[in-house]
């Protein structure tokens, strides 16, 4: 992708997956170029007047999907993976502080939260922990609620029940999000095949 920049501008990193927006540093041609390049973030530091790539020293990288320039072209959306906290302070993302309070958080961030907090009751007890029982109860016990939840949804889809439904399909999510987890996958699995049948 050719773009010719004037001095900096603004390059907004965005996490492919979930769509969470994770920092802001500047580019120069040369920092735009070399991640075009070699599919990894490089900035422009303006303190230190010199490129860096982002996560030299962390480790912390991102590795990038998609460059997306805006209409006036003096702004670039990066998507990218990032390897480990992108913020200094070990937080995934530097937008971590709430100004106002948030109610829900954004759609296409659910099911990856749901699959981090579904993989830290693995070794939670069982007795205090539903979803360390799953585990506990093996891959039959998992995929037997798979079932059983894809059977009501249908049933209330066929009732029409819409709030029975709704119930029913987070049911659903939940526990393919359970299986996922103890076959050691991710929704960034799923993720990846549903966009290429939008392409089909």
Same mark, same amino acid.
């Given at each position: 992708m050719s773009l010719t920049i004037d001095g900096l501008i603004p390059a907004i990193v965005q996490d492919y997956f979930s769509g969470q %927006? *994770?920092? *802001? +540093?500047?580019?120069?041609?040369? &920092?735009?170029?070399?991640? =075009?390049?070699? $599919?990894?973030?490089?900035f422009y530091s303006r303190s230190r007047?010199?490129?860096? *790539? $982002? +996560?030299?020293?962390?480790?912390n990288k991102l590795l990038v999907k998609q460059i997306l320039p805006d209409c006036d072209q003096d702004t670039v959306l990066i998507? @990218? %993976?990032?390897t480990g906290p992108v913020c200094h302070t070990g937080h995934r993302s530097c937008f971590y502080k709430k100004l106002l309070p948030r109610e829900e958080m954004p759609l296409a961030s659910v099911p990856f939260k749901l699959e981090k907090t579904i993989a830290s009751k693995k070794t939670a007890d069982p007795d205090s922990s539903y979803t360390a029982q799953l585990f506990r109860g093996g891959l039959d /016990?998992? &995929?037997?609620? =798979? +079932?059983?939840? #894809?059977?009501? @949804? !249908?049933? @209330?889809?066929?009732?029409? #029940?819409?709030?029975? *439904?709704?119930?029913? !399909?987070?049911?659903? !999510?939940?526990?393919?999000?359970v299986l996922l987890v103890?076959? +050691?996958?991710?929704? &960034?699995? !799923?993720?990846?095949?549903?966009?290429? /049948?939008?392409?089909?």
């Open positions: %927006v *994770l920092m *802001l +540093g500047y580019q120069n041609q040369e &920092a735009y170029d070399k991640t =075009v390049e070699l $599919k990894e973030v490089y007047q010199k490129l860096w *790539l $982002k +996560g030299e020293s962390s480790g998507l @990218a %993976v990032p /016990r998992i &995929a037997q609620k =798979v +079932g059983e939840e #894809a059977v009501e @949804a !249908i049933i @209330a889809a066929k009732n029409n #029940a819409p709030e029975e *439904l709704v119930s029913e !399909i987070a049911d659903l !999510i939940y526990h393919v999000s103890s076959k +050691g996958m991710s929704w &960034a699995n !799923i993720h990846s095949v549903l966009v290429n /049948r939008m392409m089909e």
